[in-house]
């Protein structure tokens, strides 16, 4: 079974600031790893992904982040925020081999202060 | 390519009616996944479809619910009868081999 922590429902940044938003996972067997974000009245638009190699991946619109197999985490940064990145932000998982439906966090509102 | 297509977008019927979703994947995408989401679970995993077969529906709520995909280009979830704790977004998503799953708008199902 799998399960997704996303620490802070809020998070607000001022913009250039540095964004980080917080997922810590668990599962049985090696994880894969997404980072989805979702706009007003939109659905889920994929950010990044781990699935096997490097662990630092790097997404769209400037977002990376790191699987640390050690502390169960994947947290998600990017190092100036935009305007444009206030969204609501979801961590999830899948079993290794991606074959199945993913479990979600109960995601994170990402506020950008002017 | 014109992404995942569900309809309708937004749906307000009364408690008791038969609902039903539909959804239509990405052409040459075999699995299709329906989600749910509200303020109080998140998302969540109704059930999943590989190459147009149920695979796990654990997720899927109560016998009220019933999902189906005749073909690889078209899937629907029913609600008989609905009810207001039913009231959500409702997702689909599908995916190809690269285990990136494409959802689409949404539709907001509203049970008065």
């Known amino acids: 079974a799998q399960s997704v922590t996303q620490l802070g429902s809020h998070v607000s940044v001022s913009e250039g600031a540095l964004v980080l938003l917080r997922c810590n996972y668990s599962?049985?067997?090696?994880?894969?790893l997404f980072w989805y974000v979702q706009y007003p009245n939109q659905g889920l638009q994929l950010l990044l992904k781990?699935?096997?190699?490097?662990?630092l991946v790097k997404g769209i619109n400037g977002f990376e982040a790191e699987f640390k197999k050690s502390e169960t985490s994947f947290h998600l940064t990017k190092p100036s925020a935009h305007m444009s990145d206030a969204a609501e932000y979801f961590c999830?998982?899948?079993?290794?081999?991606?074959?199945?439906?993913?479990?979600f966090g109960k995601g994170t509102h990402l506020i950008i202060q002017p | 390519d014109a992404g995942v297509i569900q309809s309708p977008r937004h749906e307000v019927t009364e408690m008791g009616q038969e609902v039903t979703l539909r959804c239509k994947p990405i052409?040459?995408?075999?699995?299709l996944f329906w989600y749910r989401q509200t303020m109080m679970r998140g998302l969540e995993l109704l059930i999943y479809?590989?190459?147009?077969?149920?695979?796990?529906d654990s997720g899927m709520p109560e016998d009220r619910f019933s999902a189906k995909m005749p073909n690889a280009s078209f899937s629907t979830l029913k609600i008989q009868p609905s009810e207001p704790r039913d009231s959500a977004v409702y997702f689909c998503?599908?995916?190809?081999?690269?285990?990136?799953?494409?959802f689409g708008p949404g539709t907001r199902l509203t049970v008065t």
């Open positions: 998503a599908s995916r190809a081999d690269s285990y990136e799953q494409y």
């Open positions: 599962s049985s067997v090696p994880p894969y």
């Open positions: 781990y699935t096997t190699g490097a662990t």
């Open positions: 999830a998982v899948s079993p290794g081999g991606g074959a199945d439906g993913l479990t």
């Open positions: 052409s040459g995408h075999n699995s």
């Open positions: 479809f590989n190459n147009n077969v149920p695979i796990d």
